[in-house]
């Protein structure tokens, strides 16, 4: 299996700063390693406040690490243009209603990220945002809707199509299943499985649901205080779990009817 | 197809459209915005339409309002106490006033959007000198800031500008940025960031079309603080010399005669208070139905 | 709590080094020296050693500017508090109910009156209301702030008080001529007032009635006055208050306006003749007198909001 990302000593220090208008004190992150291979899904799991949302975001680029490497297919993250990160990682956000821009239509959406990350004419750009509509399961009316216009799972293709249309390498998925309906939960599972199946797309999941995360995942991450305490794949996590945490974690999440 | 014409919304409408079509409901807000469109005419056109030259005197002095006992149709407002002609100093004010409050608040709001701009997408200490420097102008008192400045430039109609637009720029700077800074940790900003776009993109598709809500309420009021302020420094003074004057000055000349001819005091007041009122119930018409079509 | 205030006192002293420093310049430029060719950093510190000795110059008719200032001031300060009292305690009830009953008959009333007070020129109503008397045969002063038969020794500078303690001299005749003085300018300054908080009350109550905790209260089977009282006052009020905190400059602004028209003695009329007779040592001290007394009274809301609302109190931890 071919190493996708690689991620080394990474680490995230919120220093309090000593001027008098400091914005608090954070728990610090890190430092971090992990592998993840191509097409493979990832899981990170953990209590609230243990960081999963940092060093996801931390990959996404949104916030820059105090130290440690990212590289990504060999080639360290640093070195990459704007551009060419875009085009490896994207993220999907886990409200779709607050990520997708209510005064835009989701034409316009889909747009951006290929007027800004590709040279394609608008001939090439019509027919990529035709191929990604038709990935996720959209028909190509909805072009010129208004994303409060859309059901919300509607909303969750649109912003998964957002993240598909640069056919990254990597997407970034925060949480994105917790506000679904359960029915409509799986619609977007399965969504995401098939598009694995075709595009053969890496996975990094932060997840709550433990019944998901197993059905989804091929390696888990089980993450505290910033530190990662478990590393494995899923079905060692799920039933030889090696630290007291991960069991607590486990069996909080168990629900009830299974007892 | 999805869209099919069986329905009467055959297309579907930008927020802008939709605005506009909520907007056109209140029928108070549409006759204020004529209205408005017409004083802003009267600005632009007002050379072409004075009834007499505001420098004409006639013998007849103190003429009251044609409606009244002793007025004379030449002179529908009357005339004043050297003979000059009511409407013709009305209509001459109008233009001086309004037409300086809109061109400063053309002239606030690019140069506040773009301090604004700069200083929310700019982080640390340049932003936050911004921001401390910002806070103590704001608590100098606008009449008090426009006061000093006249004092130093020394009076007259553009100086009285330029100390009103000074004064008024720090509540707009500040209020931009507040409304930028938090749109910028909206979700939406963050995922079209990762799109890779510049911070103009930003600020264009991202930004603007949400904050067009504040922005017309806080347009309002730095045009009514700017005409309410114009005509405040013209009353006491420090606003247009001489001949050309301006809605607070006809005010002030005239108000020895204001138990003898008290129109010639009304007039101007009714006049300013006019305009405020009728911007204030556009906007406030325009902001309600930006309000209208976010919640639907 | 010590580390909120401490912030708070850091941004008094961030702010009024910049107003000191805007005062300086403005010194600097009325006493005619230019800046290039003398150190002005050891100018600087010696302005505000002066400053802080109480040293602050003499105006042109050789009277000392501080008791000049803080005189007119007090004056400004006793207009505006007793517009404030009086604008408060009609406008909060109008703006409570418009605020409860939206889109009632009496609500648009009640906007409309709210509009007006904003639109109107507060100069020309000042203005108007000085043909009042005349016009309506009611006998009340227009001009002055007290009448020159009583001389009152100047003790707080709010000379409703000064005119209390001379009671000795004048018995209460001080006290009701100078109320007299204040009553048409306080009504035309209360008008704006009331335009104002009738708008940011109902503003703020309609926010908190739409909230879902006035929906369970309802469901509770609380009554209106209860709910008005326990509920809605209690978390508008706040916002009420900061809001106007914000205005506070705007009333003062007014209130100067308004004393000029009036010939009342205040900062108005103290900064308008400085300026028309170039005496303009005046308006560096206007800008220490008049923004740190806003400077000081913002600080002092702030900290007096974080008391009464838990919301803001949750400043206090997280940062």
């Known amino acids: 299996m071919q190493t996708l990302l690689n991620v080394s000593n990474l680490c995230k220090n919120y220093k309090r700063s000593a001027r008098f208008l400091s914005s608090g004190f954070r728990a610090p992150l890190g430092p971090i390693s992990f592998t993840l291979g191509a097409g493979q899904t990832l899981s990170i799991?953990?209590?609230?406040?243990?960081?999963?949302?940092?060093?996801?975001?931390?990959?996404?680029?949104?916030?820059?690490?105090?130290?440690?490497?990212?590289?990504?297919?060999?080639?360290?993250?640093?070195?990459?243009?704007?551009?060419?990160?875009?085009?490896?990682?994207?993220?999907?956000?886990?409200?779709?209603?607050?990520?997708?821009?209510?005064?835009?239509?989701i034409g316009r959406i889909l747009t951006a990220p290929l007027e800004l990350n590709t040279d394609f004419n608008k001939q090439q750009i019509k027919e990529q945002i035709q191929e990604t509509l038709a990935?996720?399961?959209?028909?190509?009316?909805?072009?010129?809707?208004y994303p409060n216009m859309l059901s919300t799972v509607q909303q969750h293709q649109v912003a998964l199509a957002r993240a598909m249309i640069l056919n990254p390498d990597i997407i970034i998925a925060d949480e994105i299943l917790a506000t679904l309906d359960i029915s409509l939960r799986f619609k977007i599972v399965n969504l995401l499985l098939n598009i694995q199946e075709n595009k053969g797309t890496s996975y990094i999941f932060v997840g709550h649901n433990m019944n998901l995360v197993r059905h989804m995942s091929d390696q888990v991450i089980v993450m505290n205080n910033g530190l990662i305490v478990e590393n494995n794949n899923t079905a060692e996590i799920f039933n030889t779990p090696q630290t007291d945490y991960t069991k607590h974690l486990l069996l909080s999440h168990q629900p009830d009817y299974r007892k | 197809m999805l869209i099919n014409y069986e329905f009467n919304e055959d297309k579907i409408q930008s927020p802008?459209?939709?605005?506009?079509?909520?907007?056109?409901?209140?029928?108070?807000?549409?006759?204020?915005?004529?209205?408005?469109?017409?004083?802003?005419?009267?600005?632009i056109f007002a050379g072409y339409i004075l009834p007499n030259t505001p420098t004409t005197q006639v013998k007849q002095l103190l003429l009251p309002p044609y409606w009244i006992d002793g007025g004379v149709s030449d002179h529908f407002l009357g005339t004043d106490d050297l003979g000059r002609d009511t409407l013709t100093r009305l209509i001459q004010g109008i233009q001086l006033t309004l037409g300086g409050a809109l061109l400063l608040t053309l002239i606030v709001s690019i140069l506040g959007t773009i301090i604004g701009a700069t200083a929310a997408l700019t982080k640390g200490l340049k932003a936050s000198i911004l921001h401390h420097f910002l806070d103590a102008l704001l608590i100098i008192p606008t009449l008090l800031s426009a006061l000093i400045l006249i004092a130093i430039f020394g009076p007259s109609y553009e100086n009285c500008l330029i100390a009103v637009s000074l004064s008024l720029l720090p509540q707009f700077i500040r209020a931009i940025y507040i409304n930028i800074e938090n749109e910028l940790n909206k979700q939406y900003i963050i995922a079209l960031r990762l799109d890779g776009a510049a911070n103009i993109r930003l600020l264009r598709f991202g930004i603007f079309p949400n904050i067009l809500e504040s922005m017309v309420s806080l347009l309002n009021r730095i045009f009514s603080l700017a005409i309410l302020e114009i005509s405040t420094l013209g009353f006491l003074g420090f606003g247009t010399q001489f001949w050309d004057v301006e809605l607070g000055a006809l005010i002030a000349s005239s108000i020895g005669l204001i138990f003898s001819s008290p129109w010639l005091v009304l007039f101007p007041g009714i006049a300013i208070f006019i305009i405020v009122l009728v911007f204030n119930v556009f906007t406030e018409g325009l902001r309600h139905a930006v309000i209208e079509g976010e919640d639907e | 709590m010590l580390n909120y205030i401490s912030r708070r006192l850091n941004l008094l002293l961030i702010n009024a080094f910049i107003l000191t420093i805007i005062a300086f310049l403005l010194a600097q430029w009325s006493n005619g020296q230019s800046l290039t060719d003398t150190n002005y950093i050891i100018d600087y510190v010696k302005y505000i050693s002066a400053i802080l000795q109480g040293d602050w110059g003499s105006s042109i008719d050789n009277r000392l500017i501080l008791q000049q200032g803080l005189t007119a001031f007090a004056s400004t300060l006793e207009l505006c508090i007793i517009s404030f009292i009086t604008a408060a305690l009609i406008a909060i009830p109008l703006g409570i109910f418009a605020g409860f009953y939206p889109n009632h008959f009496l609500d648009y009333c009640i906007m409309t009156i709210a509009l007006i007070g904003l639109a109107i020129p507060i100069f020309w109503l000042a203005v108007i209301t000085t043909m009042l008397p005349r016009l309506t045969g009611i006998t009340l002063p227009i001009d002055g702030g007290i009448s020159p038969i009583f001389e009152v020794p100047v003790v707080s500078g709010f000379m409703l008080i000064d005119t209390l303690l001379a009671e000795d001299l004048y018995q209460l005749n001080a006290f009701y001529d100078r109320l007299a003085h204040l009553f048409l300018p306080s009504i035309v300054l209360s008008f704006f007032l009331i335009a104002e908080i009738i708008r940011l009350t109902r503003r703020s109550i309609t926010t908190v009635m739409k909230s879902n905790y006035i929906?369970?209260?309802?469901?509770?089977?609380?009554?209106?006055?209860?709910?008005?009282?326990?509920?809605?006052?209690?978390?508008?009020?706040?916002?009420?208050?900061h809001q106007l905190r914000l205005q506070l400059s705007t009333i003062i602004s007014f209130a100067m306006?308004?004393?000029?028209?009036?010939?009342?003695?205040?900062?108005?009329?103290?900064?308008?003749?400085?300026?028309?007779?170039?005496?303009?040592?005046?308006?560096?001290?206007?800008?220490?007198?008049?923004?740190?007394?806003?400077?000081?009274?913002?600080?002092?809301?702030?900290?007096?909001?974080?008391?009464?609302?838990?919301?803001?109190?949750k400043s206090l931890y997280v940062d």
């Open chain 2, 16 to 43: 802008l459209q939709y605005t506009w079509s909520i907007f056109k409901r209140n029928n108070i807000a549409i006759a204020a915005m004529w209205v408005a469109i017409i004083l802003v005419m009267i600005v």
């Open chain 3, 257 to 313: 306006v308004i004393e000029i028209v009036f010939s009342l003695p205040g900062a108005g009329v103290w900064l308008l003749n400085s300026i028309k007779e170039e005496d303009y040592l005046a308006l560096p001290a206007a800008v220490l007198i008049i923004s740190g007394f806003i400077l000081l009274f913002s600080i002092f809301i702030d900290i007096f909001l974080m008391i009464i609302s838990p919301l803001k109190r």
């Open chain 1, 135 to 145: 990935l996720v399961g959209l028909l190509t009316d909805y072009l010129d809707f």
């Open chain 1, 45 to 105: 799991i953990g209590e609230s406040g243990s960081g999963k949302s940092t060093l996801v975001q931390i990959i996404a680029g949104l916030i820059s690490p105090s130290s440690g490497d990212i590289s990504i297919k060999g080639q360290p993250l640093c070195s990459l243009s704007q551009q060419e990160r875009c085009r490896a990682i994207r993220m999907v956000f886990q409200d779709p209603s607050s990520s997708l821009n209510p005064k835009v239509t």
């Open chain 3, 215 to 241: 929906k369970a209260a309802y469901a509770n089977g609380l009554s209106k006055t209860r709910l008005v009282l326990h509920h809605v006052l209690k978390n508008a009020l706040p916002s009420i208050i």
